[in-house]
């Protein structure tokens, strides 16, 4: 292995917890040159992989955020006839109205593919689109180019971005999709690494702190009958507005009172059955 | 290489391709997997599309290398016996070297080719004569590799290593939940249920139709003509009857919850009415079956495009369903025999299912679930059953 290749592997970043499953994962899909596609409960960490990566490699980050009514065209590149309109019309700009593709602009796939070194390419919430879209991209990231057709003009990619896809799951991906890419579900992380996660974010936490409130969130994420369970986000949101309490006391969760359950719970409905239950504990 | 475990996870239902099993070798030829752990990793990532399937990849794995049986009846024990055997051995090489059949010194210095190599070895022999249980941990190469990063150039992992061998961590089948048969969570009832849409336009026309509006404006000489269309909308009526009485439905309280937390959220025109144990004259509109009754034979004015879907057990005392007065309930008039009420709504809507929670393999020691399948298509309420349901009620021919 040449110490080119060494230094271009992924070793997780500063905020970033990595287990080794998911290192191991990212590594060969960059040896393969394959698109990565991440599923998982929201609030794991999906899209911060993406700029973990980014920040470990010292890659330059393009983020297509994936939109429901999206087209392909859109995430390539953009002929922004109305400008070219207004031009020919004023004719007050520098820009050539006869020369379309200085009217051209590249959109997110086109910039990764044109950029000058490698990228980070992170394609995130995929499922939000129709699966038209996303057949249409892979041939597009398979190739890796694109024809402009205003100008006849064909995009190839200059450095094989690494591409990162982020699902939901809101709907199924099609299996043309699924065969081109390499596939990870990250699971909930369990309290160990929860506390390496947490360690990450605030350095300097108290210990029993630490304890009461990953005991606790645990606790909050079995009671019945919720629709959303906190996550990792929800988790590191609620540290924070703890800390920022002066009147709370790490035994105030221990006794059973837990403050800021709004923080956790999104729902009107979850926060209302999380708090009845809580309660009720507390006895 | 490895042959054999790829026509395993075919066999075995989860869907994998030649280019990608191709692509595997071409992973393993650039030298990016070192140990068993990391083909684990490297072969679920490339071969294995879907979470769904992970709990299945998980057992095959530890049964293809290292001989753990599968659908075994007791396979969960085993798997608990072979997880301590194997803690055991960890703390200990010697009994683990003398197990496979070398000595300690080999045992550590073996590069991990040399391990892969002698694991393929003894997979051979395993092929050959495999005895149930006794040879566990003899083919798993456990390895020394389990221990720490052996590989050079490794990545920063978050903390102490978890030394987890990759059989150790197949064996504890952490996605169990993932795999198709786990419980339900509204997210995945949400995949399969999505499905029964049916889109129709609907409301006021206040969509631009494009295509329409060049077409008509070109012909019209170029002044412009802007044409509307009406918007999409789910126009699917559904009625959801939930069993929600008695301790048999009890512990099945979650995943139907589930179930109507998603239902009641997702579908514009839904009807959920309660009933206890099976049908008489009324359903109920309130859980607590008191105070809005409703009558059954007003249903036969509905919409018979309407979805039908019963949630129950389907599990009683056969005079229940078969005696004109079969009703538990004092109150209850007289009202004919409920098995005549299912008859009559299973030929009132033609998309009917009846969603039972309870395992297929109970299904044939209650009579009554016998009796109601011949009445209603049955399916598991599981995301497999749900989707198969799903799969019927949108399908015309009836």
């Given amino acids: ?283 | 290489m490895f042959v054999d475990f790829f026509y395993t996870l075919r066999d075995r239902g989860i869907p994998v391709t030649p280019t990608s099993f191709l692509r595997l070798q071409k992973a393993m030829n650039m030298g990016l997997v070192h140990s068993l752990d990391e083909f684990y990793t490297a072969a679920r990532a490339i071969l294995v599309k879907s979470e769904r399937y992970f709990d299945t990849y998980d057992q095959i794995f530890a049964h293809h290398f290292h001989g753990a049986s599968f659908e075994d009846p007791t396979a969960v024990e085993l798997t608990e016996i072979a997880r301590s055997l194997l803690d055991e051995w960890l703390k200990n090489p010697e009994e683990m070297a003398d197990a496979l059949g070398i000595d300690k010194e080999t045992l550590e210095n073996m590069t991990p080719e040399e391990l892969i190599q002698y694991f393929l070895d003894r997979l051979k022999e395993q092929t050959e004569a495999h005895h149930g249980g006794n040879k566990w941990i003899g083919t798993g190469g456990t390895s020394p590799t389990g221990h720490s990063g052996i590989h050079p150039g490794g990545m920063r992992v978050g903390g102490e290593s978890r030394n987890h061998s990759a059989i150790k961590v197949a064996m504890e089948r952490r996605y169990r939940d993932y795999s198709q048969e786990g419980p339900l969570t509204q997210f995945q009832m949400g995949e399969a249920m999505k499905r029964l849409r049916r889109m129709a336009p609907t409301g006021p026309r206040d969509i631009v139709n494009i295509d329409k509006t060049v077409y008509e404006t070109m012909r019209n000489a170029g002044e412009i003509e802007i044409i509307f269309d009406r918007r999409l909308a789910d126009r699917l009526k559904v009625i959801l009857l939930i069993d929600n009485g008695g301790w048999s439905m009890d512990p099945y309280i979650d995943v139907v919850q589930t179930l109507f937390h998603y239902a009641s959220s997702q579908f514009k025109d839904l009807k959920i009415y309660f009933f206890h144990n099976t049908i008489y004259s009324r359903v109920w509109s309130d859980p607590q079956r008191q105070f809005k009754p409703e009558q059954v034979d007003d249903f036969i004015r509905r919409d018979p495009e309407t979805r039908l879907i019963i949630v129950g057990d389907a599990s009683m005392a056969p005079y229940e369903l078969m005696h004109p007065n079969g009703a538990i309930y004092i109150d209850a008039k007289p009202s004919g025999t409920s098995i005549e009420r299912l008859r009559f709504l299973a030929k009132t809507f033609r998309h009917c299912v009846w969603l039972n929670p309870m395992h297929p393999r109970e299904w044939e020691y209650t009579r009554t679930t016998e009796i109601i399948r011949q009445i209603f298509p049955m399916f598991e309420l599981t995301l497999d059953g749900l989707e198969k349901a799903v799969q019927y009620l949108t399908s015309t021919k009836k």
């Fill in chain 1, 1 to 283: 292995m040449s110490t080119e290749k060494k230094n271009s592997q992924f070793r997780g970043a500063s905020r970033y917890v990595l287990d080794d499953e998911l290192a191991e994962i990212v590594n060969v899909s960059m040896a393969l040159e394959m698109p990565l596609l991440l599923k998982g409960e929201p609030g794991t960490g999906k899209t911060m992989l993406a700029h973990a990566i980014a920040e470990s490699l010292q890659m330059p980050l393009i983020i297509l955020n994936v939109k429901s009514s999206m087209k392909l065209i859109e995430a390539l590149y953009q002929y922004d006839t109305l400008t070219r309109l207004n031009d020919s019309r004023f004719g007050d700009s520098k820009r050539d109205v006869s020369n379309i593709e200085a009217y051209i602009k590249m959109g997110k796939i086109g910039q990764a593919f044109t950029a000058d070194k490698r990228t980070i390419l992170l394609i995130d919430e995929i499922d939000k689109a129709d699966t038209d879209f996303q057949d249409d991209m892979l041939d597009v990231l398979d190739q890796m180019q694109f024809d402009i057709i205003e100008i006849d003009k064909t995009v190839r990619a200059k450095h094989r971005p690494v591409i990162v896809i982020t699902s939901n799951a809101k709907k199924d991906l099609s299996d043309p999709f699924l065969g081109r890419c390499n596939f990870h579900h990250i699971a909930f992380p369990d309290p160990d690494m929860m506390r390496l996660i947490v360690d990450v974010h605030f350095p300097n936490l108290d210990e029993e702190l630490v304890d009461v409130t990953i005991g606790t969130f645990y606790h909050l994420r079995e009671l019945r009958g919720i629709e959303k369970k906190p996550a990792t986000r929800e988790l590191i949101n609620w540290i924070r507005a703890l800390k920022s309490d002066p009147d709370f006391k790490p035994k105030m969760l221990k006794q059973g009172r837990v403050p800021f359950l709004g923080i956790l719970f999104k729902k009107s409905a979850d926060l209302y059955h999380a708090a009845q239950q809580v309660t009720k504990a507390r006895g």
